[in-house]
């Protein structure tokens, strides 16, 4: 028997009416002749009652620092309100439902709370659930550990529980269906004429994820790929195709022909991030500086990103929340650093750039024509990126995206 593993999120659970539309791509499916194991996000977002921010808010409106046994608890239990009321809907819709937690799919994983990794699945309880001829529910982004702990994926976590879950059950496919078309040359919320990527490589959708394009959880990508399993990315609200995410180019019916790797795929951005700047021209004692402001952080448990060091300047970013911390650690070393508070990192990638000359000239051309001032910049195999003020973060991401005429025209 065929299986589909069909993960929804939150934009498609919110209300009634989404979720009916949620029962209808389940039930077309069926009717298509193949089994299906539903995944479901927390309904809605941010400011929606039982989303998972609201979730959060509640408990730090008490505790600013709550444990993080604790808020795994409360945040895994989104998922559970959006499973038991689709799988309810499902059954008024006469389609046998059954709802099934983490723990009670069989998902397990290492104990590190907020961000756990699924280590395996024993899928015994979804199969016999499928065997009864019933559609499980699985509520995405938690599992339980060995020592029996619940624990949580990280956010999009549940695209991963799709993606491992779709390995496990040997899927012919994972389908994440979402609030968009599917995977776009950058996100159509800033950019109007953003195009659709009909197909795309797991390697490049890992790039535009890990990156910042939020529309899909890396992790998820890496898991499907490790195990062959092909994605595909559409939307609840059309009956678009979406992106499929392979290694090959299955439209080709006789032949199998590898999808190359594009020049650029697309622009993402990640926007909240502080940069550090630490200028230490005017220290008697320079030498090791590097490695002690680095050791410090470090032992401090603070993660930072973007760095760059030259003779007598140290520059680096932290996430908001960790840059006052990072100021007062760095004063009690004797040093004077500067913080810019509200600064974005916009990205221009594409895992075919390797060795293509001037694509760097190009963005910075982008930029600069737009008056916006570059705060940093850094590239690797498969990317570049700059820092810019958060201000001119959009502005930056249509200059890059019409630089390289990523858009439908
Ligand atoms: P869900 O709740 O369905 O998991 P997410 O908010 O996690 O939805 O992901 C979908 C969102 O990802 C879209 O609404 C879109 O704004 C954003 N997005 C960012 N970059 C891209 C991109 N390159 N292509 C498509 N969507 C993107
Ligand atoms: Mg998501």
């Given at each position: 028997m065929r299986i589909t593993v069909q993960?929804?999120?939150g934009t498609s659970l919110a209300n009634y009416e989404q979720r009916d539309r949620v029962c209808d791509i389940i039930q077309k499916t069926l009717e298509s002749g193949s089994q299906t194991v539903v995944v479901v996000s927390a309904m809605g977002r941010k400011n929606d009652p039982y989303a998972t921010d609201t979730l959060i808010q509640l408990v730090r409106e008490v505790n600013p620092h709550p444990s993080a046994r604790e808020m795994d608890l409360i945040m895994a239990c989104g998922e559970i309100i959006s499973g038991v009321v689709l799988t309810a809907q499902l059954n008024t819709r006469g389609i046998p439902a059954?709802?099934?937690?983490g723990e009670q799919a069989g998902i397990v994983t290492d104990d590190q709370f907020s961000d756990a990794h699924i280590k395996y699945i024993n899928p015994k309880n979804?199969?016999?659930?499928?065997?009864?001829g019933l559609v499980p529910v699985v509520a995405g982004f938690q599992g339980k550990s060995e020592n029996g702990e619940l624990t949580t994926l990280g956010r999009g976590g549940s695209d991963t529980t799709a993606s491992a879950l779709g390995v496990a059950l040997h899927a012919e496919v994972v389908e994440i269906f979402t609030d968009v078309?599917?995977?776009m040359t950058a996100d159509p919320r800033i950019v109007e004429n953003a195009r659709l990527l009909d197909d795309i490589t797991y390697n490049e959708v890992c790039q535009l994820a890990r990156d910042g394009a939020k529309v899909i959880h890396p992790r998820a990508v890496e898991i499907a790929m490790q195990g062959g399993?092909?994605?595909r990315v559409r939307s609840t609200f059309s009956d678009?195709?979406?992106?499929?995410?392979?290694?090959?180019?299955?439209?080709?019916?006789?032949?199998?022909?590898?999808?190359?790797?594009r020049l650029i795929t697309g622009v993402t951005y990640t926007s909240n991030i502080a940069q550090i700047k630490v200028n230490i021209s005017q220290l008697d004692d320079k030498k090791g500086m590097e490695l002690k402001i680095f050791k410090t952080l470090a032992d401090n448990g603070i993660s930072i990103d973007f760095i760059s060091v030259q003779p007598e300047l140290i520059m680096f970013t932290v996430l908001p929340d960790d840059s006052a911390?990072?100021?007062s650690i760095l004063k009690n070393l004797g040093l004077d650093p500067e913080v810019e508070m509200n600064c974005a990192k916009v990205a221009v990638v594409g895992a075919g750039m390797t060795g293509i000359p001037g694509v760097m000239a190009r963005v910075v051309e982008?930029?600069?024509?737009?008056?916006i001032p570059i705060l940093q910049s850094g590239d690797s195999y498969t990317n570049i990126w700059c820092l810019v003020k958060r201000e001119h973060m959009e502005q930056a991401v249509k200059a890059l995206h019409d630089k390289f005429e990523l858009g439908n025209s």
């Amino acid at each position: 028997m065929r299986i589909t593993v069909q993960k929804f999120g939150g934009t498609s659970l919110a209300n009634y009416e989404q979720r009916d539309r949620v029962c209808d791509i389940i039930q077309k499916t069926l009717e298509s002749g193949s089994q299906t194991v539903v995944v479901v996000s927390a309904m809605g977002r941010k400011n929606d009652p039982y989303a998972t921010d609201t979730l959060i808010q509640l408990v730090r409106e008490v505790n600013p620092h709550p444990s993080a046994r604790e808020m795994d608890l409360i945040m895994a239990c989104g998922e559970i309100i959006s499973g038991v009321v689709l799988t309810a809907q499902l059954n008024t819709r006469g389609i046998p439902a059954r709802f099934f937690t983490g723990e009670q799919a069989g998902i397990v994983t290492d104990d590190q709370f907020s961000d756990a990794h699924i280590k395996y699945i024993n899928p015994k309880n979804i199969l016999a659930c499928l065997k009864e001829g019933l559609v499980p529910v699985v509520a995405g982004f938690q599992g339980k550990s060995e020592n029996g702990e619940l624990t949580t994926l990280g956010r999009g976590g549940s695209d991963t529980t799709a993606s491992a879950l779709g390995v496990a059950l040997h899927a012919e496919v994972v389908e994440i269906f979402t609030d968009v078309e599917g995977v776009m040359t950058a996100d159509p919320r800033i950019v109007e004429n953003a195009r659709l990527l009909d197909d795309i490589t797991y390697n490049e959708v890992c790039q535009l994820a890990r990156d910042g394009a939020k529309v899909i959880h890396p992790r998820a990508v890496e898991i499907a790929m490790q195990g062959g399993i092909p994605l595909r990315v559409r939307s609840t609200f059309s009956d678009s195709a979406g992106t499929l995410i392979t290694h090959q180019n299955h439209r080709q019916q006789d032949a199998v022909c590898i999808i190359r790797d594009r020049l650029i795929t697309g622009v993402t951005y990640t926007s909240n991030i502080a940069q550090i700047k630490v200028n230490i021209s005017q220290l008697d004692d320079k030498k090791g500086m590097e490695l002690k402001i680095f050791k410090t952080l470090a032992d401090n448990g603070i993660s930072i990103d973007f760095i760059s060091v030259q003779p007598e300047l140290i520059m680096f970013t932290v996430l908001p929340d960790d840059s006052a911390r990072t100021i007062s650690i760095l004063k009690n070393l004797g040093l004077d650093p500067e913080v810019e508070m509200n600064c974005a990192k916009v990205a221009v990638v594409g895992a075919g750039m390797t060795g293509i000359p001037g694509v760097m000239a190009r963005v910075v051309e982008a930029l600069t024509d737009n008056n916006i001032p570059i705060l940093q910049s850094g590239d690797s195999y498969t990317n570049i990126w700059c820092l810019v003020k958060r201000e001119h973060m959009e502005q930056a991401v249509k200059a890059l995206h019409d630089k390289f005429e990523l858009g439908n025209s």
